[in-house]
């Protein structure tokens, strides 16, 4: 099926240890987009990529790895999980020529850091 | 800095009313402004968006009203229904690719039978 997946969909951690998020597009997006939710806080901008092998950082990057060696894969890398990486995390991606910005997003996963 | 501010938090409507959830801006480079719509367990999904040259939009029962000069933009949902119960979020951002959406706080929705 078209879209986005994202997995795993729910992962338990220990901090200090090193966790992947996997993001996986079946578009050919150019953009994709790594957000977290938190209660109180909405959805922030942790990274995102322009195309394969062009990342920048957002407004919550600290702690956080991206690499982008294809198109269609986008995964976030935790290198020392702590307990504030806690939340929901979602990928995006940028959707065709509408003239905006409109961003279309995967299921998210749920990460808990103990 | 919070750049979008959303109001009010949560909102209770009786069915068949209209739910009214606001949003003001600081950025006056922001020329998109979309609201998304989330379920418990889901992404967000885009639900409607306006471009600052216009003041309304209308898809159906979900209306974007939009105040240019005071940075203000609004959802109405008329005739709210039980299945309108989620999370809404306003957004603004500007529209070249690959600027990020920066996203109100959110507003949970219970629309009651």
């Known amino acids: 099926d078209a879209g986005i997946t994202q997995s795993p969909r729910y992962k338990i951690t220990e901090t200090g240890r090193q966790v992947t998020l996997m993001c996986h597009q079946t578009w050919s997006h150019s953009y994709m987009f790594w957000y977290r939710q938190d209660l109180g806080h909405g959805l922030r901008l942790i990274y995102y990529?322009?195309?394969?092998?062009?990342?920048d950082k957002g407004e919550v990057p600290d702690g956080y790895v991206v690499s982008r060696s294809k198109t269609e894969n986008f995964p976030l890398t935790l290198e020392s999980a702590t307990r504030s990486q806690t939340s929901v995390y979602f990928c995006?991606?940028?959707?065709?020529?509408?003239?905006?910005?409109?961003?279309?997003f995967g299921p998210g996963t749920r990460l808990t850091v103990l | 800095q919070q750049q979008v501010k959303q109001s009010p938090q949560s909102l209770i409507v009786q069915k068949g009313g209209i739910s009214i959830i606001n949003c003001a801006y600081e950025?006056?480079?922001?020329?998109?402004f979309p609201w998304y719509q989330q379920f418990p367990g889901k992404g967000p999904a885009l639900l409607i968006a306006?471009?600052?040259?216009?003041s309304e939009k209308k898809e159906g029962r979900f209306t974007i009203s939009f105040n240019k000069s005071a940075k203000q933009f609004s959802l109405h949902i008329m005739d709210s229904q039980p299945g309108d119960s989620a999370t809404y979020f306003c957004?603004?951002?500007?529209?070249?690719?690959?600027?990020?959406?920066?996203f109100g706080k959110g507003t949970t929705l219970s629309v009651s039978s």
């Open positions: 990529s322009a195309a394969a092998d062009i990342t």
């Open positions: 950025n006056t480079a922001f020329d998109y």
């Open positions: 306006i471009r600052p040259d216009v």
């Open positions: 995006a991606t940028r959707i065709g020529t509408d003239g905006g910005n409109t961003q279309y």
């Open positions: 957004a603004a951002s500007m529209r070249q690719a690959g600027t990020a959406l920066i």
